[in-house]
Structure formats: C-alpha cells, structure tokens
C-alpha cells in the first residue's frame, strides 16, 4: 500500500495519507466492461459488491483503520439526475456495509457542471475541476479521517481537487479508495 503506483501519482500534490485501488484498469479489459456496466448500464449493484469486496480488503489493513467517514466524489446534481445515481455512489455504499463505517453524500458537492474529462489531457483534467466543488458543513467533517472514494482514477485531478477541499478543513486526513487506476 505505501509504494504503489497510486499513492505515488500524489506525492507533492496533495498529502494523502493513503492511496489503493482494487483493480488495475487496462483499455478493452474486463474492468473496462465492469465500470462500463456500472456508469452507463445502470448496473449499480457492481458498484456495490467491488465496494463489498474491497471493503473487506482495507478494513483489515491497519493503514486504513483509522478512517472514521466515506465520501464519494459527487456528481453535479444534473447529471446525477440524468443517470438516476451516482457510481461512485454506489462503491462508497459497499465500502460502508463491509467496513462498518458512514458514508456522506452531502457535504462535498459538486457546485457546477463540467465537461467530461475523458479527451483531456493531465492538465486541462486540472484545470477543469480546480474550482468545481464545495464543502456544505465543515463541522461534519472537522477532525475526521475521509477515505474519498472514486470509481476510477486516471490523472488524479478530481481526486486532487476534492481532497484539497476536504483538507482546507481544520484537522482532516484523507485516504483515497478507487474501484480501478489506470495510467496514460
């Protein structure tokens, strides 16, 4: 968990405690169908049972031990209502049944719209979500240690972005949990 590619990609960034993801993401891979069936299929049971299982996985290792909330990356509110869910939604609710622990929805939103990220390059992910999201209630988060979760990371800039939102609160740590990384 400490020399992973993952944690890596952070390093300088921001300062996460942690960082793992359950799967490696391959272009035209069974992950690749997985998220597929997960984010536009409507199959949110797979977000479900990957959260399910990897639950499992970080609740007993002793890096992970300490998180105290789970927060998903959200979705603007249209495209939420658009897709009906949000996937990471989805993977944050399998993580909370097998490790025990809430998960928040609502204190990190996302304030407006922005375009897909997937013809960006690493740069213009950055600039695209920079200013995006918010913090509805700092008091629910104060002093806490967040596993943010995502269902897939590429560059990492919404992760980066969400987690110095979540930082900019007195006290908090955060740790980060994805279903899939990838790397370009």
């Given at each position: 968990f400490d020399e992973n590619a993952l944690n890596k990609l952070f390093w300088g960034r921001v300062n996460v405690q942690h960082a793992a993801a359950f799967y490696d993401f391959k272009k035209e891979g069974k992950v690749q169908n997985l998220l597929h069936q997960l984010k536009y299929k409507g199959q949110q049971q797979v977000g479900v049972k990957v959260g399910n299982l990897y639950g499992s996985?970080?609740?007993?290792?002793?890096?992970?031990?300490?998180?105290?909330?789970?927060?998903?990356?959200?979705?603007?509110?249209?495209?939420?209502?658009?897709?009906?869910?949000?996937?990471?939604?989805?993977?944050?609710?399998?993580?909370?049944?097998?490790?025990?622990?809430?998960?928040?929805s609502e204190t990190l939103i996302r304030s407006f719209a922005s375009e897909t990220q997937t013809k960006k390059s690493k740069y213009l992910r950055w600039e695209n979500v920079k200013t995006i999201f918010k913090i509805t209630d700092t008091e629910k988060i104060k002093g806490k240690h967040i596993l943010l979760v995502d269902?897939?990371?590429?560059?990492?800039?919404?992760?980066?972005?969400?987690?110095?939102?979540?930082?900019?609160?007195?006290?908090?740590?955060?740790?980060?949990?994805?279903?899939?990384?990838?790397?370009?």
């Open positions: 996985e970080l609740l007993s290792n002793e890096k992970f031990a300490s998180v105290d909330l789970i927060i998903p990356v959200p979705l603007h509110p249209d495209k939420q209502k658009k897709r009906g869910y949000n996937q990471s939604e989805c993977f944050a609710k399998g993580l909370s049944q097998t490790m025990h622990l809430p998960y928040d269902d897939v990371i590429t560059t990492g800039a919404t992760i980066e972005s969400c987690a110095q939102h979540l930082l900019s609160v007195a006290e908090t740590k955060v740790s980060i949990a994805a279903i899939a990384f990838t790397t370009l």
